[in-house]
C-alpha cells in the first residue's frame, strides 16, 4: 500500500534561482539532483527532517503553464511568529502577518523567487 508523498511540484523559470530561494532563504535541504537529458535537472527539496519533497519544474515541462500563482501547498511551523520574522529579515515576501484563520489557526501566505504561493501556518 502507499506509504507516503514523495513529492509535489512546483513549476520554476529558473531551476538554480529556485535551489538558492529555498536552501539560503528558507534554511531547505536538496534532495534530489538529477540530470534529466532535456537540460533540466529533478531537483528536489525540503524542510529539515521532512519526507515529502518540493520537485522544481523546470518551463518546458509544463509548455501551457507559468511560474507564479497559489500552489496548493501548505507548510507549517511550530513558532509562526519567529518564522514570519525570520524569513522576513531574509527577504522572503509575505502576502500579510500571521493572523488568526476561520477556522481556529493562526497562518499567512509567502511567495518564492517566482510569486509561487505557498500556505503557512502555525502547528
Excluded: C
Excluded at 8 to 15: E, G, H, N, P, R
Excluded at 58 to 67: G, Q, V
Excluded at 86 to 91: H, M, P, Y
Amino acid at each position: 500500500m502507499i506509504s507516503h508523498i514523495h513529492s509535489a511540484t512546483i513549476l520554476v523559470s529558473d531551476q538554480e534561482k529556485a535551489l538558492d530561494f529555498y536552501l539560503n532563504k528558507l534554511g531547505w535541504e536538496k534532495g534530489l539532483d538529477a540530470p534529466m537529458g532535456d537540460g533540466s535537472r529533478f531537483i528536489t527539496v525540503m524542510p529539515p527532517g521532512a519526507a515529502t519533497q518540493l520537485a522544481f519544474g523546470a518551463p518546458n515541462w509544463f509548455p501551457d503553464r507559468k511560474p507564479g500563482g497559489a500552489t496548493g501547498i501548505s507548510v507549517v511551523a511550530e513558532d509562526i511568529d519567529e518564522t514570519y520574522k525570520t524569513l522576513s529579515a531574509r527577504g522572503v515576501k509575505f502576502k500579510e502577518p500571521p493572523a488568526m484563520m476561520p477556522w481556529g489557526s493562526r497562518a499567512t501566505w509567502f511567495y518564492d523567487q517566482d510569486d509561487n504561493e505557498i500556505f503557512l501556518a502555525e502547528g
